[in-house]
C-alpha cells in the first residue's frame, strides 16, 4: 500500500487517523443537534430464551449503552435488560454476528476490529464466563438452526478458499463434517438429521442445491441428486425445511420469473407447489423471502422498499398486518415456533419489535424511541439515458432552493428503502433534511435489487458505466425541480456506493462536492486485493479482470485512472481492516485528487461500529457538507 501523502496528519479522535482534515469548527447548537439525531440506539432482535433454562421467558437484543464504544448483547425480560456480554471493555473492535442459545450455555460468532472474520464462542448460562471455541485466522459462519443438542457452521478451515459445512456436538465436543466441496456452502438438516440440503450461491444470478440422506458423516457428492437441476440455471436465495417435516422444502427461487418467487417442493416425489410464483396461490411480482413459523411459512415481500407480509399454510395465503409502512429486517421465531418477533425499521424509528401468536394477534414488545419530527419521503421516478425508468426516494428540505445530497446505495445488488436510514450509513437523512436544510435524493440506479433480474444485471460487466450514467438522469431531474439548487449537489456513497461517488465526479464535472465511504477507486486492484472466495462471487457481476479485453474495460472505467478530471472537493472515509474494499482503494484515490480529505478509522473494516470512530465521522460529514454546500 501507497504511503499518505496528504498533511496534516493527526489523531483528533480516538481509534481515527486524520489526513489533510482541518480542525473541526462546529458550533455546540450544531453539535447538539447532530447528537440529537443520533442518540437513539437500534435494538438487533438475535432471539428467543431457550426452555428450562434462567433465559427461558425473555428474549437476547444488541443494543449499544449510551457512552459505550462497542454494542452490547442484552437479556430483556419484563421491562429489565441484563447485560451479558462487556466488549468494550476489550477495545478491539469486537462485533457480535450469530447468537445461538441452547442447552446450558449460548454459543455465538464475533469478529475483531472489523476483520470479518468470525470465531465461536461459548458462554455459560451461570457465570457468564466466555470460552473462545475457535481461534485462528479462518472464517466461521454459525447457522441460526439449532439441531438437538447440535450447532452448524461452515468454515473455510481446511484451505482458506471454500467453505465446507459442520456439525458440533455441544455435549461432547465432537466436530462431524456435513459436506466438503468448492465454494461457499450451506448446509440445513431436517428435523430429524435424516436429510440435509446443501445450498451454494455461485452469484447473484446462479445457484446450485443438492439433497440427500445424512448418517452423521461427510456426505459424498454422488449420494446427492440436484434440485436445481430440475429447476434449472436459476438464483435460489433461501431454503427452509417445513416444520414438523423430513420431506418438504420451502424455496425462494427466481426460476419463474424477474423476481425471488417462493415455491414448495417435495423431495420424496420431487413434486412442485406454486406459493407466489405468476401461476401460484398468491402470485407477488416482487422478491419475497421466507422463515417458517408454526405449520407453514412466512413470506415477506419487498414491495418497492417496504415490506408485506403473508402466511402460506395448508394451501392458503393469507396478509398478515403490520402496524406501519416499514421495513422488516428480521423475523425470528420461539423454540416451538408458536411466537413470531418482527423487527420493523421505518423512518420513525430504527427498531420496533412486535409479537405475533400462533393467531396473529400482535403487540408492541419493544421500541428504540425518537423524539424528533421525522420528514416523510416521495416515491419519484424519472428516464435515463435510454429511456430505463428509475426509481428514487426523494426528501425534500423546507429551505427555498436548498443544496442537495444525492445518496448511493452499495451493494451494487442492493437497494434504497424506507427504512429510518440508509444501512451503515452513519449521518441521518432526517438531520440533513430537518437541521441542515439539504434535500436528499436517493435513487435505486439500475444494478439494484428489489425490481427484477433484469434491471438487476443491467449493469453487469461491460454494462457498467450505463449506471454511472443515471446518475446524469439525477441531476437532470434535480434541474426540473424550482426548490432545488442544481448548483450545489453534493454526491455522497458508501461501498459501491462510494465506487459510483468517484465516477460521478470523474464523470459530471458540475457535481460540487463528494462523500465516498469505503469505495472502489480501481476495479483491477479491488479484485486483485481481496481474499480469493471474494474474488470468485464478484467476478461474475464486475467482469474477470484476468481476461484482457476485461482488465482494459476496468481499468479505463476505474476512477483512480481518470483522478485528474476530479477538480472539486472530495472527503473520504476508510476502514483500516476492510477486507471487502481495501485500504489501499482510498490511499491511492486521496493521494491522486489534489482537493481530498481522508479518516482512516483504525480496528474497523467494510462498516463503522465503534462509538468514537461513528462521531467522528458524523462531526467530519457535518463540517464537510456546511463548509461546501451551505
Known amino acids: 500500500m501507497q504511503n499518505i501523502t496528504l498533511q496534516p496528519q493527526t489523531s483528533p479522535a480516538q481509534l481515527v487517523k486524520a489526513f489533510g482534515i482541518p480542525e473541526l469548527d462546529l458550533d455546540q447548537q450544531t453539535l447538539d443537534k447532530l447528537d440529537a ?10 432471539g428467543y430464551g431457550f426452555p428450562n433454562t434462567r433465559f427461558a421467558d425473555g428474549v437476547f437484543v444488541l443494543k449499544r449503552p449510551e457512552n459505550s464504544q462497542s454494542k452490547e448483547m442484552f437479556y430483556y425480560e419484563n421491562g429489565t435488560y441484563l447485560q451479558l456480554t462487556r466488549l468494550s471493555e476489550l477495545n478491539e473492535g469486537n462485533n457480535i454476528k450469530s447468537w445461538i442459545p441452547l442447552g ?18 461459548r458462554m455459560d448460562y451461570a457465570t457468564f464466563n466466555i470460552e473462545r471455541l475457535t481461534n485462528d485466522t479462518y472464517m466461521y459462519y454459525l447457522s441460526p438452526a439449532v439441531y438437538d443438542h447440535y450447532i452448524a457452521f461452515s468454515s473455510n478451515k481446511r484451505n482458506n478458499v471454500d467453505f465446507d459445512c459442520y456439525l458440533y456436538d455441544v455435549d461432547t465436543g465432537k466436530e462431524i463434517m456435513i459436506y466438503q466441496g468448492v465454494g461457499m456452502y450451506r448446509a440445513k438438516l431436517s428435523p430429524d438429521l435424516s436429510k440435509v440440503v446443501l445450498h451454494r450461491s455461485i452469484s447473484r444470478l446462479e445457484s446450485v442445491l443438492f439433497v440427500g440422506d445424512f448418517n452423521f458423516e461427510t456426505v459424498k457428492q454422488e449420494d446427492l441428486y440436484s434440485i436445481s437441476d430440475q429447476l434449472g440455471k436459476t438464483y435460489i436465495e433461501d431454503i427452509q425445511w417445513k416444520s414438523g417435516s423430513n420431506d418438504t422444502l420451502f424455496i425462494s427461487t427466481t426460476c419463474y420469473s424477474e423476481f425471488i418467487n417462493v415455491i414448495e417442493y417435495n423431495i420424496t416425489t420431487r413434486a412442485i407447489k406454486h406459493i407466489t410464483t405468476p401461476t401460484g396461490l398468491l402470485p407477488i411480482n416482487w422478491d419475497t423471502s421466507i422463515s417458517t413459523f408454526a405449520d407453514g411459512v412466512i413470506l ?27 421495513v422488516i429486517n428480521n423475523s425470528l421465531f420461539n423454540h416451538d415456533k408458536s411466537k413470531m418477533m418482527i423487527v420493523l425499521d421505518n423512518i420513525h424509528s430504527p427498531s420496533t419489535l412486535y409479537e405475533y401468536d400462533i393467531n396473529f394477534n400482535r403487540k408492541e414488545f419493544l421500541k428504540a424511541e425518537t423524539d424528533f419530527v421525522v420528514s416523510e419521503p416521495e416515491i419519484v421516478s424519472f428516464k435515463s439515458f435510454d429511456g430505463l425508468e428509475i426509481p428514487a426516494f426523494y426528501y425534500k428540505a423546507k429551505k427555498e432552493k436548498s443544496p442537495v445530497v444525492l445518496y448511493m446505495h452499495g ?44 434491471y438487476q444485471a443491467a449493469d453487469d460487466g461491460l454494462k457498467r458505466m ?31 456506493g462510494g465506487y459510483m461517488v468517484l465516477a460521478g ?41 484476468r481476461i484482457p479485453e476485461v482488465y482494459d474495460f476496468l481499468k479505463r472505467i476505474s476512477p483512480l485512472t481518470n ?12 476502514g483500516e481492516n476492510d477486507i471487502r474494499v481495501p485500504l489501499g482503494e482510498a490511499v491511492q484515490i486521496a493521494n491522486t485528487v489534489k482537493e481530498s480529505w481522508l479518516m482512516v478509522a483504525e480496528k474497523e473494516g467494510h462498516v463503522f461500529f465503534q462509538k468514537s470512530v461513528l462521531d467522528y465521522y458524523r462531526k467530519l460529514i457535518t463540517f464537510f457538507l456546511i463548509k461546501h454546500m451551505q
Open 300 to 326: 415477506n415481500a419487498n414491495e418497492g422498499g417496504t415490506s408485506g407480509l403473508y402466511y402460506y399454510s395448508n394451501g392458503a395465503v393469507t396478509r398478515v398486518e403490520i402496524p406501519a409502512l416499514g
Open 104 to 121: 446450558s450455555a449460548i454459543y455465538f460468532s464475533m469478529d475483531f476490529g472489523g476483520n470479518e472474520k468470525p470465531q465461536i464462542h
Open 37 to 46: 439525531y443520533h442518540k437513539v440506539s437500534p435494538i438487533e432482535f438475535h
Open 411 to 454: 451493494g451494487p445488488a442492493s437497494q434504497i428503502k424506507a427504512t429510518f436510514s440508509p444501512p451503515n450509513h452513519c449521518l441521518s437523512f432526517q438531520f440533513m433534511v430537518n437541521e441542515m436544510g439539504i434535500s436528499v435524493l436517493a435513487p435505486n440506479v439500475r444494478g439494484s435489487s428489489g425490481y427484477g433480474a433484469t
Open 505 to 545: 465526479l470523474v464523470e459530471y464535472p458540475q457535481l460540487h462536492c463528494g462523500i465516498d465511504t469505503c469505495g472502489i477507486s480501481d476495479f483491477v486492484s479491488f479484485l486483485q486485493s481481496m481474499p480469493e472466495f471474494r474474488r470468485d462471487l464478484r467476478r461474475p457481476e464486475y467482469g474477470d479482470e
Open 466 to 496: 450505463d449506471s454511472v450514467y443515471d446518475i446524469g438522469a439525477c441531476i437532470e431531474w434535480i434541474k426540473t425541480q424550482p426548490n432545488l439548487d442544481s448548483e450545489k449537489i453534493c454526491i455522497m456513497g458508501r461501498s459501491y
Open 563 to 574: 483522478a485528474g478530471k476530479i477538480k472539486v472537493p472530495l472527503l473520504i472515509g476508510q
